[in-house]
T-cell receptor, first 113, second 113 residues
Framework: GENVEQHPSTLSVQEGDSAVIKCTYS??????FPWYKQELGKRPQLIID?????GEKKDQRIAVTLNKTAKHFSLHITETQPEDSAVYFC????????????FGTGTRLQVTL | DVKVTQSSRYLVKRTGEKVFLECVQD?????MFWYRQDPGLGLRLIYF???????EKGDIPEGYSVSREKKERFSLILESASTNQTSMYLC????????????FGEGSWLTVV
């Protein structure tokens, strides 16, 4: 089955700096890669996703890049703010009836003032 | 607004008890999932269902079973709870097909003593 590795497990940045979280996946048939943000005590929520026919996608301060050849994808957050502090999960899935997601182990991002 | 509701936020059960975790979604989603979240391990799929009365094992099904008698409801059952099942359990749902957003419930914290 699919295996998703995520690094780093913790990341501390100063407000205004950029943060990068990286994931690799094992199943070359995976074609959908979402990122979820989980604030303390809250449910995970989708923040951005990318499909395999696209190399990069941006939404204001966040962007995701995908390298299908190398089987890795990354989340980039620019101009970080304290409210960006959370746990971020990458995930991967392939075409299928239920399109179940395989998640990475999470990155705890701390944005300090 | 999609709503995935988990009936219990916090439960404390004794070893050997039978435990039911209930989940209801109100968006007519075909797919429903049960994940387990543990620190450092991310979100791991226990079981999923892509239709009423249909179920498939995820990555860690041992010690669990599920029931989906109605489209909107997906139950996770621990036949005989054990201390290593102390965890946060997250229910989720999505429309059928690749790349459809998976929506999570708020989670159920289960402690087995």
């Amino acid at each position: 089955g699919e295996n998703v590795e995520q690094h780093p497990s913790t990341l501390s940045v100063q407000e205004g700096d950029s943060a990068v979280i990286k994931c690799t996946y094992s199943d070359s048939a995976s074609n959908y890669f979402p990122w979820y943000k989980q604030e303390l005590g809250k449910r995970p929520q989708l923040i951005i996703d990318i499909r395999s026919n696209v190399g990069e996608k941006k939404d204001q301060r966040i962007a995701v890049t995908l390298n299908k050849t190398a089987k890795h994808f990354s989340l980039h957050i620019t101009e970080t703010q304290p409210e960006d502090s959370a746990v971020y999960f990458c995930a991967a899935s392939r075409t299928g009836t239920a399109s179940k997601l395989t998640f990475g182990t999470g990155t705890r991002l701390q944005v300090t003032l | 607004d999609v709503k995935v509701t988990q009936s219990s936020r916090y439960l404390v059960k004794r070893t050997g008890e039978k435990v039911f975790l209930e989940c209801v979604q109100d968006m007519d989603h075909e797919n429903m999932f049960w994940y387990r979240q543990d620190p450092g391990l991310g979100l791991r799929l226990i079981y999923f269902s892509y239709d009423v009365k249909m179920k498939e094992k995820g990555d860690i099904p041992e010690g669990y079973s599920v029931s989906r008698e109605k489209k909107e409801r997906f139950s996770l059952i621990l036949e005989s709870a054990s201390t290593n099942q102390t965890s946060m359990y997250l229910c989720a749902s999505s429309k059928q097909g690749t790349g459809n957003t998976i929506y999570f419930g708020e989670g159920s914290w289960l402690t087995v003593v």
